[in-house]
């Protein structure tokens, strides 16, 4: 079964920045799209950024647009979220996860995903 684990998580100043990264691994990562979601205490989790298997696709949350990148090394069995100008709002646990091939695109939903990590926290002070 394919494993995911998130790192890169931290407390940061508003306005700074974090690098989250996911180690894959299992068999289907270089063929899956690869999502981004955050969950902030008491509030449902929600979609943030995907990309294609291939790399050549992506999609962002429109309170994201402009601040944050969703990158994927295939070769290392790795997706990155480089999150810059991060605000007080975007403190939650971020999680990467995992669509499986026959989800092509850059899927959008929770429930398009198989696999998930365990989540790294991201706070941003003011």
């Known amino acids: 079964q394919v494993q995911l684990v998130e790192s890169g998580g931290g407390l940061v100043q508003a306005g700074g920045s974090l690098r989250l990264s996911c180690a894959a691994s299992?068999?289907?990562?270089?063929?899956?799209?690869m999502g981004w979601f955050r969950q902030a205490p008491g509030k449902e989790r929600e979609f943030v950024a995907v990309?294609?298997?291939?790399?050549?696709?992506?999609y962002y949350a429109d309170f994201v647009k402009g601040r944050f990148t969703i990158s994927r090394d295939n070769a290392k069995n790795t997706v990155f979220l480089q999150m810059n100008s991060l605000k007080p709002e975007d403190t939650a646990v971020y999680y990467c996860?995992?669509?499986?091939?026959?989800?092509?695109?850059?899927?959008?939903?929770?429930?398009?995903?198989?696999?998930w990590g365990q989540g790294t926290q991201v706070t941003v002070s003011s």
């Open positions: 299992g068999r289907t990562f270089s063929s899956s799209a």
């Open positions: 990309i294609s298997w291939t790399g050549g696709s992506t």
């Open positions: 996860a995992e669509a499986p091939p026959v989800i092509g695109g850059t899927p959008k939903q929770l429930n398009e995903y198989d696999y």
